[in-house]
């Protein structure tokens, strides 16, 4: 991954709906937009939700399996696209390690807290994205802290659909990069 010019990432999130080869579709469609590195989410539902949380088995619908991953990360890493993942739990983050096919991590900005996700991240030695959207400084500040001698970026932005002009805070970009004296990204919606 080369960080020191503009990177486009592809983000797949959940718009596989769940299905493997829409997820195996959209990715090579990324891939002939000549974007960088392609992102997928991985979680487990019954580590991210409870039963009675009212999306639970909407997250059933949308999960994949991770012996399906493994295929769609097989297929992917023939192609000249860097793979992605950003795991929501320790056990999707340590599954994506295992298999080989994986360039980098993002951490999304709900789990800029988990300081035991954050680790097993940085045993893996691949660059690390942290979504930092809504974060708090003092909560920006302390994940850095962990961080130094790592390389690792920044990735504001604000998380809405569709993201109006004015609430885009661009301005987040340079205030990053200036202070915390790394590379810093953006993700719109």
């Known amino acids: 991954i080369i960080l020191n010019q503009t990177y486009i990432i592809a983000e797949i999130a959940s718009a ?3 299905q493997p080869q829409l997820a195996l579709d959209i990715a090579r469609h990324a891939i ?6 392609v992102k ?3 979680f487990n539902r ?24 493994e295929y769609i990360f097989k297929q992917i890493s023939i192609e000249n696209i860097d793979i992605i993942v950003e795991p929501y739990d ?12 994986v360039q980098a991590y993002k951490i999304p900005a ?10 097993a991240a940085l045993i893996t030695e691949k660059p690390l994205f942290l979504g930092v959207g809504g ?9 850095v802290s ?29 205030k990053l990069k200036k202070f915390f004296k790394c590379s810093v990204g953006y993700a719109d919606h």
């Not at 002939?32 to 590195?37: E, I």
């Not at 974060?135 to 994940?143: G, K, L, N, S």
């Open 146 to 174: 962990l961080l130094k001698g790592t390389d690792y970026t920044l990735i504001c932005g604000f998380q809405n659909f569709p993201t109006k002009l004015e609430d885009s805070n661009l301005f987040h970009i340079l």
């Open 32 to 37: 002939n937009t000549g974007a960088d590195g």
């Open 135 to 143: 974060a708090q400084w003092v909560e920006i500040e302390e994940v």
């Open 110 to 119: 709900a789990n800029l807290g988990d300081t035991d996700l954050i680790r």
């Open 40 to 42: 997928f989410q991985i």
């Open 16 to 18: 596989h709906e769940g």
């Open 90 to 101: 320790l056990e999707s983050l340590q599954f994506a390690a295992k298999t080989g096919y």
């Open 46 to 69: 019954n580590l991210l939700l409870t039963r009675k949380n009212p999306y639970f088995e909407e997250f059933g619908e949308i999960e994949i399996d991770p012996n399906k991953w």
